[in-house]
């Protein structure tokens, strides 16, 4: 199940897995109406790639989230996740494997406990399972995979968790203050037929799983509340507008007892005082613009909610004169009221600004938070539109202070790739690139130099807490 790297010698040479800044010296200002070369490198002055891995041939499948705890970035991938070495983020290494398949393997740590979300039907719940292919649901399994990370250079399987409709996301729920326990919010939906015999509609709910910290192996779901009780959004008028049959993926800022939801056709504000129970405060929908609700970003202040619309389904070209600037965009919302009063207002679009070539798939993907004292910044990530740097500080005029983006992988197919998620993890922005690798970038603004003093020892981007308190 594990490989591990002890070092990185002549053969890693050879499958390309040094640290260099592939193509570095193509980094240059763009002109935003010019479309780069194939696999071109152009970026804002500011920000600039540092270091560049290559996938290896262990886990050669598509890259996903990221996870941090201290030196390490552990990159989720199709075929398992890797385990980065990223004290020097200018020379990342690849310090271990773990082969363990399964679609999306959303990744999350808490402590020495790392969880893996598995969207796929699989035959069994080991790592060395098989895409299912038997109608029986009680012959496949899908859902939640805890590793022990207290040697993150030799991960071992502790325990798996099933769930409904499998775990297209996972986010780390911490318990309230002297509770031995941290929760597992899983998100999943169903859109398939062949979802049909592991994932039953109405599937309007979440799976929330309990997991003693000094007790993994008794992690359970403990509950399953429903999130839409009306069944939520039916969809349309648009064809490309989803209805909701469950959530895509929830962020949570456990500080203030509150979540944002971003489900499908429905972004929601949940009160999660009580962790088991998280309770619908608000709703929201966009008819006019908005296809799939599929991330959520809260401020540091918690007065703001940015919600990314999945327009395409991760697999359109949507950053181009022919979509326009606010649909397939992020919304800006402001959180407003107080108590179960509270609901959400809209204040402005954002999108990158540059055109995308039609053979591009881009689309608002995963961001997180620069720790910038008294502003609004994020780091967002937009496949082949490559990595946006934005300031919605003004929740009504948001703005990109800085990009970075690799040029088409073809000119005359439309091809995925590009920047699944990119995060701000100690004083630089890590890159998950779905089909070729990882990506170390530097901002170098006077906007943000104050986030290079801030530091957390853990980081997961959908548990959001106070940098301030770092």
């Not at 970003?297 to 181009?320: H, I, P, R, S, Y």
């Not at 070729?436 to 104050?450: F, N, P, Q």
């Amino acid at each position: 199940m594990l490989k591990r790297l002890a070092a990185v010698g002549a053969a890693a040479l050879a499958a390309g897995m040094l640290a260099a800044p592939a193509s570095s010296a193509a980094q240059a200002p763009a002109d935003p109406g010019a479309i780069p070369g194939v696999d071109e490198i152009v970026s804002s002055p500011n920000l600039k790639q540092v270091a560049h891995l290559d996938k290896s041939a262990v886990l050669p499948g598509t890259n996903t989230d990221w996870t941090f705890k201290g030196r390490y970035a552990f990159g989720g991938n199709y075929d398992g996740f890797y385990v980065y070495d990223v004290k020097n983020p200018k020379a990342p290494t690849i310090a271990a494997q773990v082969l363990c398949p399964g679609s999306q393997n959303d990744i999350s740590i808490s402590g020495n406990l790392l969880f893996l979300g598995t969207d796929s039907q699989r035959t069994n719940d080991t790592c060395t399972n098989a895409a299912s292919t038997t109608e029986v649901p009680g012959d496949r399994w899908e859902g939640i995979k805890i590793f022990d990370i207290s040697d993150p250079l030799t991960p071992k399987y502790l325990k798996s968790v099933k769930t409904d409709c499998g775990s297209h996301t996972l986010t780390l729920v911490p318990g309230k203050r002297g509770e031995k326990n941290v929760y597992l919010y899983v998100s999943s939906y169903n859109l398939a037929a062949a979802d049909l015999p592991n994932c039953a509609l109405p599937h309007d709910k979440i799976s929330v799983v309990k997991v003693p910290v000094r007790n993994p192996t008794a992690a359970a779901v403990v509950a399953t509340p429903v999130v839409f009780p009306d069944g939520g959004n039916p969809g349309g008028p648009r064809p490309e507008q989803r209805a909701t049959t469950g959530c895509h993926d929830i962020t949570v800022y456990a500080e203030k007892n509150i979540a944002a939801g971003a489900c499908m056709g429905d972004g929601v504000l949940f009160d999660i005082s009580n962790r088991t129970s998280p309770r619908v405060i608000t709703t929201v929908r966009d008819v006019e613009n908005f296809a799939f609700w599929h991330s959520a970003t809260f401020n540091n202040a918690g007065t703001k909610v940015v919600f990314t619309d999945e327009l395409g389904g991760g697999g359109a070209a949507t950053c181009n004169e022919a979509v326009g600037p606010n649909r397939g965009a992020d919304a800006v919302y402001d959180i407003v009221g107080k108590g179960d009063k509270r609901r959400l207002e809209f204040r402005s679009y954002f999108k990158i600004p540059r055109i995308n070539a039609d053979t591009e798939v881009c689309v608002a993907h995963n961001g997180s938070l620069i720790p910038v004292p008294g502003r609004d910044i994020m780091v967002q990530a937009w496949y082949l539109g490559g990595i946006s740097v934005w300031d919605f500080t003004n929740s009504r005029k948001p703005k990109e202070i800085a990009f970075w983006e690799r040029g088409p992988i073809s000119t005359t197919t439309l091809t995925g790739g590009g920047s699944w998620s990119a995060y701000w993890y100690n004083g630089f922005i890590y890159s998950n690139d779905i089909t070729k690798g990882i990506d170390v970038l530097e901002l170098r603004d006077i906007r943000t130099a104050v986030a290079k003093h801030f530091r957390t020892d853990v980081f997961n981007a959908q548990t959001q807490d106070n940098f301030l308190r770092w």
